[in-house]
């Protein structure tokens, strides 16, 4: 059995994972998937029920988990907390306890919604890349890292960037087994130009692609990471799976997002080591949105972000893309049907709630089988 923990969290968390526990069911109900699911607290609520927004628990029972779905932590009743209870600090220690390293956003325009980019419709009609971004080192973690007083009373902030050779290789082997899953290109994006761990990042990228994925037919390429900013708004299409380290990659996976349209659309998925013998690899799956409290109780969040995010697990956690793809395909369905909640709410389509929205998901994915 497929062991699930579900940690709702705060503002529309619950509202959209309920509609994604209803799909949970129908995959269940129809004997594609069975999921062993348990649910927990974090965030926020956790910090009502339990005066901390992540317990040891909990944490345990993520760590023994095969996959975690996570919906959304925070909001302004708890902006009072001091730092180290706010409900942001329990997904973090738990992203770090799980040594998720590697962060994976997808950017996908589907084509009803493809004339809502901000770009022109033939630049991002049908994009599909990828962009695994490496999340646990560089220069947001490297040390030394502080704020200094010179001799000569000037004040110096400093951060480090770093990378070790094990760093680079792990991230870079999850990105070229993606690839193959795909269309086996990826694009290495670095500035080796102007920085040592740039050219160490290159060179080892490089390295583990003439030893393990040369021969299997995957194409590597490496751009500069000002470069590919450039290209990501000029001709996205050029990309398929992008690996970058974490700095490139929190900037160039936002802008990839914009090309996409809406937050409430953007899955993720962050995986950590490989699978050890009776145990996954660890691998937390969330939508890119947060808790949307400007919105939430009022059943209009859009839950397709974190349904897709489950359908990455069935991909990525599970290996079972048909399950994945007949998700997606009637996520497709329902848009090209013209329905819509209120953040992609288009002139002449019928806007719906999110309980609708699950209903109609739940209708394609019938008509689908
Ligand atoms: P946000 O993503 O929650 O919301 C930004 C805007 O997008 C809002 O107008 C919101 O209504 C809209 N939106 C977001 N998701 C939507 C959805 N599924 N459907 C429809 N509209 C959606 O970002 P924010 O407002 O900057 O942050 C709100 C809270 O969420 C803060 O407490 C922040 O710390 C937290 N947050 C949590 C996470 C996380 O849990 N991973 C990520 C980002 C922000």
Not at 188 to 198: H, W, Y
């Amino acid at each position: 059995m497929k062991r699930l923990l579900v940690l709702s969290g705060d503002g529309i968390g619950p509202e959209v994972m309920a509609q994604v526990m209803r799909v949970i069911d129908w995959m269940a109900r129809k004997g594609r998937v069975q999921f062993d699911v348990s649910e927990g607290l974090i965030g926020g609520c956790s910090c009502d029920v339990h005066g901390v927004s992540l317990t040891d628990d909990t944490l345990a029972e993520a760590m023994a988990a095969d996959a975690v779905l996570l919906g959304a932590v925070g909001g302004p009743r708890w902006d009072g907390l001091s730092f180290d209870k706010k409900p942001e600090q329990g997904l973090l220690r738990l992203r770090k306890a799980m040594d998720l390293f590697a962060n994976l956003r997808p950017a996908i325009v589907f084509d009803a919604l493809a004339d809502a980019a901000t770009l022109k419709l033939d630049v991002v009609k049908g994009l599909d890349l990828m962009i695994v971004r490496e999340l646990t080192g560089g220069v947001y973690f490297g040390k030394p890292r502080g704020i200094d007083i010179l001799s000569d009373g000037n004040r110096i902030g400093i951060n480090t960037h770093s990378y070790s050779t094990n760093e680079i290789v792990r991230v870079a082997r999850i990105a070229f087994d993606l690839s193959l899953k795909r269309n086996r290109k990826v694009s290495s994006v670095d500035k080796a130009n102007v920085m040592e761990a740039g050219a160490l990042w290159r060179e080892e990228v490089t390295r583990i692609w003439n030893e393990e994925y040369k021969d299997k037919g995957v194409e590597l390429s490496h751009m500069y990471a000002d470069n590919c900013a450039m290209q990501l708004v000029r001709a996205p299409k050029q990309f398929d799976v992008i690996v970058t380290d974490n700095l490139f990659g929190d900037l160039l996976s936002d802008c990839a997002a914009t090309l996409t349209g809406s937050l409430g659309m953007l899955p993720s998925a962050s995986l950590g080591m490989p699978p050890e013998e009776g145990r996954r690899r660890r691998a937390l799956y969330e939508p890119a949105h947060g808790s949307a409290p400007d919105i939430a109780g009022k059943d209009i969040a859009n839950p397709l972000a974190t349904l897709l995010s489950f359908a990455m697990m069935l991909r990525y956690s599970f290996d079972q893309p048909s399950d994945a793809d007949l998700i997606e395909r009637a996520v497709q369905r329902v848009l090209s049907g013209g329905l819509r909640t209120a953040d992609i709410m288009q002139p002449n389509k019928a806007k719906v709630s999110t309980t609708v929205m699950g209903d109609v998901i739940l209708r394609e994915l019938d008509k689908l089988t």
